[in-house]
């Protein structure tokens, strides 16, 4: 049975003003015991605020302008949990914006035992986030689905986010599948336009493994963004440690790219003052050439001659098994880069297809050090067990500690360490 969601509204009744005409529709009240009653109720520009407290419903918002607000003041403090599937927005032609938006996994770092979806399917829609919050929410591939993001998937809509935090949400493939690609731990967008403002982006990641019945392998595309045809613009925002990767213990992916971002015949895309740190398409040690692991930050497909530019963004230690740790770019498109710092990414910064425009800075570093070695000495010792246990318990998925990739310190990382990491 497929785990039940969790959607949690916060601070976004403080200061609320409201254009003439609108109407403020209270939840829980006479009128509107329940969010979705208050959804249909609903006349465009009106405001549904939401009280403290815990909704069980699967929220379906249809050709409604709205604004949706959390009167709590934190995130925790209202729930909205779905029983099945994704919240779904799809409104033709017309605005809809949620303030103080939090969702997150009702089961913390568990991966769903069967697969699912999470989060929030838009389509055809105008959507804007402010002071949103995504976390945990993690989904597997289905012939049903067109991605596989855990936080949003959309298509054909205008979305836009402004001081927005998606921490430790995935994507995963799903073995059962002749062929399975993870794509889009946290955001999966086709044939849209995506704006982002000044967000942190951090230890989501898209994991792959192979079926038995797969001749043709598995990959991950887009630890973080997944896109696909759509207009980008990435402003003042920051993505760290997020990973194209495998499954710990599973087969060895075919092709893993962009630890980060992976954009397939992008439109366009412009990032300034975006910041790059830690991000990986890599799996463990292997470095094998019959995989093609590409792009640590960034991988760029079939771009259109100077349609995407990079401007004033920083890439520190990202990287990629097989080439371009910091940007990858094929298919013949040049991506531009403009005053951007290169600092210590591995396996050639960037790769392919891509023009130095001027005021760049590119800064080389020495191999890095071993994993496990967690505080950089050289060596993998006592003092490196020390940071490990210190660090168990904590749910931080896309860690350094995590050495296995299940989303959790544990003692399954401790005895990974010790038996195949300490004293080399």
Request: with cysteine.
């Given at each position: 049975m497929m785990q039940s969601k969790t959607l949690v509204l916060a601070a976004g009744f403080l200061g609320l003003t409201t254009p003439a005409m609108a109407a403020n529709l209270f939840v829980p009240s006479n009128d509107y015991p329940t969010i979705q009653s208050a959804i249909d109720a609903a006349r465009d520009g009106d405001n549904v605020l939401i009280s403290d407290g815990r909704y069980e419903e699967t929220l379906r918002i249809v050709d409604k302008s709205l604004n949706f607000y959390g009167r709590g003041t934190h995130p925790g403090h209202t729930s909205i949990v779905s029983p099945s599937g994704r919240h779904e927005i799809a409104s033709s032609q017309l605005r809809f914006s949620l303030i103080g938006f939090h969702s997150e996994q009702v089961f913390d770092h568990r991966i769903p035992l069967d697969p699912g979806e999470d989060g929030l399917l838009i389509h055809y829609s105008t959507v804007e986030f402010s002071m949103c919050e995504f976390d945990r929410l993690v989904s597997w591939y289905t012939t049903n689905s067109l991605g596989d993001a855990g936080a949003i998937e959309m298509w054909q809509s205008d979305v836009s986010l402004s001081r927005c935090v998606f921490e430790g949400?995935?994507?995963?493939?799903?073995?059962?599948?002749?062929?399975?690609?993870?794509?889009?731990?946290?955001?999966?967008?086709?044939?849209?336009?995506?704006?982002?403002?000044?967000?942190?982006?951090?230890?989501n990641y898209?994991?792959?493994?192979?079926?038995?019945?797969?001749?043709?392998?598995?990959g991950a595309e887009g630890g973080a963004i997944y896109?696909?045809?759509?207009?980008?613009t990435s402003t003042g925002t920051r993505y760290e440690q997020n990973r194209a990767t495998g499954v710990d213990g599973g087969s060895v992916p075919s092709m893993?790219?962009?630890g980060a971002i992976y954009a397939s015949y992008?439109?366009?895309?412009?990032?300034?003052?975006?910041y790059f740190i830690e991000n990986r398409a890599a799996f463990g040690e292997v470095e094998n050439a019959d995989e093609s692991y590409t792009g640590g930050a960034m991988y760029i497909s079939h771009g259109r001659n100077n349609a995407e530019y990079l401007k004033h963004c920083r890439f520190t230690e990202n990287h990629a098994a097989d080439g371009g740790g910091a940007v990858y770019s094929s298919g013949g498109g040049?991506?531009?880069?403009?005053?951007?710092?290169?600092?210590?990414?591995?396996?050639t910064q960037n790769e392919g297809d891509w023009f130095n425009s001027g005021g760049n800075v590119f800064?080389?570093?020495?191999?890095?050090?071993?994993?496990?070695?967690?505080n950089g000495d050289g060596n993998v010792d006592i003092k490196d067990l020390m940071e490990l246990y210190?660090?168990?318990?904590?749910?931080?998925?896309?860690?350094?500690?995590?050495?296995?990739?299940d989303g959790i310190v544990d003692s399954r990382d401790v005895v990974g360490f010790i038996v195949t990491r300490y004293g080399k």
């Amino acid at each position: 049975m497929m785990q039940s969601k969790t959607l949690v509204l916060a601070a976004g009744f403080l200061g609320l003003t409201t254009p003439a005409m609108a109407a403020n529709l209270f939840v829980p009240s006479n009128d509107y015991p329940t969010i979705q009653s208050a959804i249909d109720a609903a006349r465009d520009g009106d405001n549904v605020l939401i009280s403290d407290g815990r909704y069980e419903e699967t929220l379906r918002i249809v050709d409604k302008s709205l604004n949706f607000y959390g009167r709590g003041t934190h995130p925790g403090h209202t729930s909205i949990v779905s029983p099945s599937g994704r919240h779904e927005i799809a409104s033709s032609q017309l605005r809809f914006s949620l303030i103080g938006f939090h969702s997150e996994q009702v089961f913390d770092h568990r991966i769903p035992l069967d697969p699912g979806e999470d989060g929030l399917l838009i389509h055809y829609s105008t959507v804007e986030f402010s002071m949103c919050e995504f976390d945990r929410l993690v989904s597997w591939y289905t012939t049903n689905s067109l991605g596989d993001a855990g936080a949003i998937e959309m298509w054909q809509s205008d979305v836009s986010l402004s001081r927005c935090v998606f921490e430790g949400n995935g994507a995963l493939s799903n073995k059962p599948y002749w062929a399975s690609v993870a794509r889009g731990g946290a955001i999966y967008a086709a044939s849209s336009t995506l704006d982002i403002e000044d967000c942190l982006f951090e230890f989501n990641y898209a994991r792959a493994d192979r079926g038995v019945r797969s001749p043709w392998g598995c990959g991950a595309e887009g630890g973080a963004i997944y896109m696909s045809g759509c207009d980008f613009t990435s402003t003042g925002t920051r993505y760290e440690q997020n990973r194209a990767t495998g499954v710990d213990g599973g087969s060895v992916p075919s092709m893993l790219h962009g630890g980060a971002i992976y954009a397939s015949y992008p439109v366009s895309m412009h990032l300034e003052r975006s910041y790059f740190i830690e991000n990986r398409a890599a799996f463990g040690e292997v470095e094998n050439a019959d995989e093609s692991y590409t792009g640590g930050a960034m991988y760029i497909s079939h771009g259109r001659n100077n349609a995407e530019y990079l401007k004033h963004c920083r890439f520190t230690e990202n990287h990629a098994a097989d080439g371009g740790g910091a940007v990858y770019s094929s298919g013949g498109g040049r991506t531009k880069s403009n005053n951007c710092e290169y600092d210590c990414n591995t396996s050639t910064q960037n790769e392919g297809d891509w023009f130095n425009s001027g005021g760049n800075v590119f800064k080389e570093c020495p191999e890095p050090p071993a994993r496990g070695d967690f505080n950089g000495d050289g060596n993998v010792d006592i003092k490196d067990l020390m940071e490990l246990y210190y660090s168990w318990g904590k749910v931080t998925p896309g860690s350094k500690y995590d050495l296995n990739g299940d989303g959790i310190v544990d003692s399954r990382d401790v005895v990974g360490f010790i038996v195949t990491r300490y004293g080399k």
